[in-house]
């Protein structure tokens, strides 16, 4: 499974940034997509989804109104846009994929609290203050 993450830099506060996952059809099609960021010193964190079937979304608490996670069936991508930057926001950004096993009426974050199937390849983010 493909989860190729990208769009990371650095990047003044206040400034934004779009992070994008490529993938397959079948991924974007079936399984639950996430990201999760890890700063530096600090434990793995998971930031935003999409659910496969209603494409409903979550978002951390942290970055509700400042994240918005979106998909493209054309380029089989899930992006994270990112607004309003704050250097809290630095860490490496990972894509991830979960199988829903037939929950699709779950919420994405209650999919990935039970874990993750698979990780990309992680994106660094830098905000300068």
């Known amino acids: 499974l493909q989860l190729q993450a990208s769009g990371g830099g650095l990047v003044q506060s206040g400034g934004s940034l779009r992070l994008s996952c490529a993938t397959s059809r079948r991924t974007l099609d079936y399984y639950t997509i996430g990201w999760f960021r890890q700063a530096p010193g600090k434990e793995r964190e998971w930031v935003s989804c999409?659910?496969?079937?209603?494409?409903?979304?979550a978002y951390a608490d942290s970055v509700k109104d400042r994240f918005t996670i979106s998909r493209d069936y054309s380029k089989n991508t899930v992006y994270l846009q990112i607004d309003r930057l704050k250097p809290e926001d630095t860490a490496v950004y990972y894509c991830a994929a979960t199988d829903p096993k037939g929950y699709f009426a779950t919420s994405c974050q209650r999919i990935f609290s039970s874990g993750v199937d698979y990780w990309g390849k992680g994106t660094p983010v830098t905000v300068s203050s």
């Open positions: 999409v659910s496969s079937n209603s494409g409903s979304t």
